[in-house]
């Protein structure tokens, strides 16, 4: 018999007598199997390298692009089944590169993260909260899918453009062979001032008329945001302006004074202080554009030739016969931008073997 002090002390030992041992043991390795059975279950539309991408979730992002289309697209069933393999290509597509980046031991830490945030916050205002609502975006799914956007721009960055180079040599040889393309066109730069009502805009042009200076009767009435810099609008080309503000202004001789002109923000009065007119720039001036243009050539072309070359590695089942794969009774939800979007409409789909999903019950 074994007494109230041993047993006590066995207890708190972990050492259980046996008659209550086996119905624990028991318990335990149901709730294991459970949890075993929960995770085999768990349906899945497609694997890349043994990564599932997961029926809900599939379901989820389809239904956020269903959301976006037009509602006479609902009723076209072949386009639907083509759009339907798109968005799960696309998945696919995040999915490998999402692979890349844990094997180069990318991440995006909690402060890039918020940073971030406070960026977007910044930008938007008062709005975001309202933007997020009006869309029907939960904050924290939100914030998840920002977090997966940045991931795989950074993984783009250090993988991709990080190894583009572009020497001065050939961007001279490119602008030499795409001068028309650095070609800027004639413009003028103007001032104006703006009045509500036709009285106060012919005592304005009576002012003018009489040798006040246009800027600072600008500086002192004109109801323009750019009045403090005496009306200067800076330079323009043609159509910036609607008509006949437009017109008006590039009919305008430089130093004279137009005319009053109506709009829908009032009456204007115009003067062109000086023209350019169309011209080439140089290469010295305008090197770094060149540049950029080139560079952003070659990171798309590096991009695709990237990704393929990870997509021809990757071992990508898709599932054929998923029960339960009906897109129903979702909440469409919208999202900020998604890379996996961008890719599917750059990147042939992925390349695959129609069998099915690892652990699929």
């Given at each position: 018999m074994i007494s109230t002090k041993a047993h006590s002390f066995k207890k708190s030992m972990g050492i259980i007598p046996i008659r209550y041992g086996v119905p624990c043991l028991l318990i335990l390795c149901f709730i294991v199997a459970c949890d075993k059975i929960n995770i085999f279950s768990r349906p899945c539309v497609a694997t890349v390298n043994g990564a599932k991408i997961y029926l809900e979730d599939y379901q989820l992002r389809l239904n956020q692009k269903k959301a976006l289309?037009?509602?006479?697209?609902?009723?076209?069933?072949?386009?639907?089944?083509?759009?339907?393999?798109?968005?799960?290509?696309?998945m696919i597509t995040e999915k490998i590169m999402d692979l890349r980046a844990k094997e180069l031991n990318i991440s995006i830490s909690a402060a890039e993260l918020e940073d971030k945030i406070k960026e977007i916050k910044k930008d938007y205002g008062k709005d975001f909260s309202n933007l997020l609502a009006q869309e029907n975006v939960k904050y924290d799914q939100w914030k998840e899918d920002l977090k997966k956007e940045m991931l795989?721009?950074?993984?783009?960055?250090?993988?991709?453009?990080?190894?583009?180079?572009?020497?001065?040599?050939?961007?001279?040889?490119?602008?030499?062979?795409?001068?028309?393309?650095?070609?800027?066109?004639?413009?003028?730069?103007?001032?104006?001032?703006?009045?509500?009502?036709?009285?106060?805009?012919?005592?304005?042009?009576?002012?003018?008329?009489?040798?006040?200076?246009?800027?600072?009767?600008?500086?002192?009435?004109?109801?323009?945001?750019?009045?403090h810099r005496g009306g200067d609008l800076?330079?323009?080309?043609?159509?910036?302006m609607p008509e006949?503000?437009?017109?008006?202004?590039?009919?305008?001789?430089?130093?004279?004074?137009?005319?009053?002109?109506?709009?829908?923000?009032?009456?204007?009065?115009?003067?062109?202080?000086?023209?350019?007119?169309?011209?080439?720039?140089?290469?010295?001036?305008?090197?770094?554009?060149?540049?950029?243009?080139?560079?952003?050539?070659?990171?798309?072309?590096?991009?695709?030739?990237?990704?393929e070359a990870l997509k021809i590695k990757a071992v990508i089942k898709k599932e054929t016969n998923i029960p339960g794969k009906k897109v129903t009774g979702m909440n469409p939800k919208a999202s900020f931008g998604n890379i996996s979007q961008q890719a599917a409409g750059i990147i042939p789909s992925a390349s695959r073997d129609n069998s099915t999903c690892n652990l699929q019950s």
């Open positions: 289309l037009p509602k006479d697209i609902m009723d076209q069933p072949d386009y639907i089944k083509r759009f339907e393999e798109e968005v799960l290509d696309g795989l721009q950074k993984l783009i960055a250090i993988d991709v453009n990080a190894n583009i180079k572009v020497s001065e040599d050939e961007a001279e040889d490119y602008y030499n062979e795409h001068r028309n393309n650095y070609k800027t066109e004639y413009r003028v730069r103007v001032a104006q001032i703006v009045v509500r009502d036709l009285a106060m805009a012919k005592k304005i042009e009576a002012r003018l008329n009489a040798g006040e200076d246009f800027a600072s009767v600008a500086t002192k009435v004109s109801i323009g945001p750019e009045a800076g330079f323009i080309t043609r159509q910036i006949p503000l437009d017109e008006t202004i590039f009919n305008l001789p430089v130093n004279k004074i137009s005319p009053i002109v109506q709009s829908f923000y009032g009456f204007h009065i115009f003067k062109v202080l000086e023209s350019q007119p169309a011209k080439i720039g140089n290469f010295t001036d305008i090197k770094e554009e060149v540049i950029a243009d080139i560079r952003a050539q070659k990171e798309d072309a590096a991009f695709v030739n990237w990704l």
